[in-house]
């Protein structure tokens, strides 16, 4: 990719914000006549992407093999797409395990350039992160090494290429990778069928049925197709009882969906980043922003055999219908939700002995994102946490009111718990283990963590990938 491409993408979601609602709903109505073929609404049944099998487990370990490569895919109905998927399939597999059982994967790059695998939301070995210096070189491959000690929990894994990342995964390089564990099993949360993972992603397309990145020049700030585990707005038939939903905004750009149902019944938050949350949330709406993931417990029950309910969001005041559940009669019992999860370990900050500060925003002079007025160099090292140590960051978004650009910061290797925004607690369904957190114009927001189980180099950066692409990255060395 060229400097003015990263440039592009990286300024997305400022463009967008830039805009009034009125005016980005207008544009965005009309793309979706204008751009690319038409699309017909719910016409597509949802597709769960296929669990991947080890290859063989040896001591304890389970050893999986996947190949990064080019493949075409049908997304939209009679044409093919070009992609790069994780197997060749977009998403990739998804992969589940159990907590304390690690695993190797061993990634072979067969697609034209670079690539790095980082485990997102995931306690590793620095030198199974993804890190700049840590590629996949085209035609080789590379072991990645996940002890898997933390609690059950939704995770994916996406590509990580500095420059390349916000396109390498637009091009289809994510998946899931689903972590369980014997207190949620106690739980009797909905399982097998009836739990149901939805990586929602938007593309824009090419009369051809390629992807096509938005053109903020145009008018476009997002795709204005939903695609959701890779089928564009699909329709899913459930039965008259609740169902488990682990949501990912796997967005490359900056679409921050709020969630809604079109009946405008409520639903229950469960869990969050990090894993479950001590009980559940009722919600009626709920923020998503790219790479965050949430699971939810859906009451189809309420509804007569026969209905509709459509899964909504509102993208910078711009409506969009994600997907159709089709309501049939149900064949089992509908259990009740538990009034209690698991328990979530406050962590104080009287413990915290460093403070540090972060300011995100646009550097308009160079065209570059930056934090703290440094843009990224893989060489630097910016901070130096202690192994073991408890920390309070503030996340401060700088950004003007000429451009009022919104940051998702995301850090590598540590869960965080959200203190305060604007000194305002969060709200309850964002109250647990997160590792990516919205951040608007203007805002700060106090997080605090606790540094553990490995030493080394990690990231932390903007999780609106066009903006680490852009510059708004940087590196912590965490020491012993």
């Keep these: 990719m060229k400097r003015r491409d990263v440039l592009k993408l990286g300024l997305l979601a400022g463009a967008a ?10 544009a965005f109505a009309q793309r979706a006549v204008a751009a690319g073929p038409p699309v017909q609404l719910f016409d597509t049944p949802l597709v769960v992407p296929p669990v991947l ?43 589940k395990t159990r907590r304390n059982r690690p695993i190797v994967v061993r990634q072979r790059n067969k697609l034209p350039g670079e690539s790095a695998v980082h485990l997102h939301g ?7 992160d993804g890190l700049p210096g840590d590629e996949i070189a085209p035609g080789k491959d590379r072991f990645y090494l996940y002890p898997n000690r933390q609690q059950a929990t939704t995770l994916w894994y996406h590509d990580h290429v500095h420059h390349h990342e916000a396109f390498n995964t637009y091009q289809g390089l994510t998946g899931l990778y689903l972590i369980t564990d014997p207190a949620e099993d106690k739980l009797g949360l909905p399982s097998g069928k009836y739990d149901v993972p ?16 938005p053109d903020p020049g145009a008018g476009e700030f997002f795709g204005e197709v939903a695609v959701v585990n890779g089928k564009p707005h699909p329709f899913l038939q459930v039965e008259q009882r609740r169902y488990r939903f682990r949501l990912l905004n796997g967005s490359s750009l900056d679409t921050l969906h709020e969630l809604t149902l079109g009946s405008g019944d409520g639903f229950h938050v469960i869990g969050t980043d990090g894993g479950l949350l001590p009980a559940p949330v009722p919600v009626t709406k709920l923020p998503l922003a790219p790479s965050e993931r949430a699971e939810v417990v859906i009451d189809f029950s309420r509804y007569p055999v026969g209905s509709h309910v459509v899964l909504n969001s509102s993208i910078f005041g711009a409506p969009m219908q994600i997907m159709r559940f089709d309501v049939r009669k149900a064949t089992g019992p509908n259990h009740r ?60 978004n700088a950004e ?6 919104p940051h998702v910061f995301h850090t590598h290797l540590v869960r965080f718990q959200i203190l305060d925004r604007n000194g305002v607690p969060p709200a309850p369904f964002e109250s647990g283990w997160k590792d990516s957190v919205t951040v608007m114009p203007g805002e700060k927001v106090r997080i605090i963590m606790r540094f553990g189980d490995f030493p080394g180099r990690f990231l932390y950066h903007c999780h609106l990938l066009g903006h680490a692409d852009a510059g708004m990255m940087a590196t912590m060395l965490v020491t012993p």
């Design 198 to 213: 939805l990586v929602i992603q938007d593309r824009s397309f090419n009369a051809d049925g390629t992807f096509r990145i």
């Design 400 to 405: 003007t009111p000429d451009l009022p650009i």
């Design 17 to 26: 914000a830039a805009v009034p609602a009125e005016r980005l709903t207008g």
């Design 53 to 95: 099998k080890p290859k063989y487990s040896i001591a304890g370990t389970d050893y999986y093999d996947v190949t990064i490569k080019p493949a075409v895919q049908e997304i939209l109905p009679g044409l093919r797409t070009p992609i790069w998927g994780y197997d060749g399939i977009f998403p990739g597999p998804t992969i």
């Design 122 to 128: 995931a306690n590793v070995p620095s030198s199974s």
């Design 337 to 396: 939700l538990p009034s209690k999860l698991v328990p979530i370990q406050r962590l104080k900050e009287s413990q915290a002995k460093v403070r540090r500060d972060f300011q995100l925003n646009l550097d308009k002079a160079r065209g570059e994102m930056v934090i703290n007025g440094k843009t990224f160099d893989p060489d630097r090292i910016d901070i130096k946490p202690k192994l073991g140590a408890t920390e309070v960051w503030t996340i401060f």
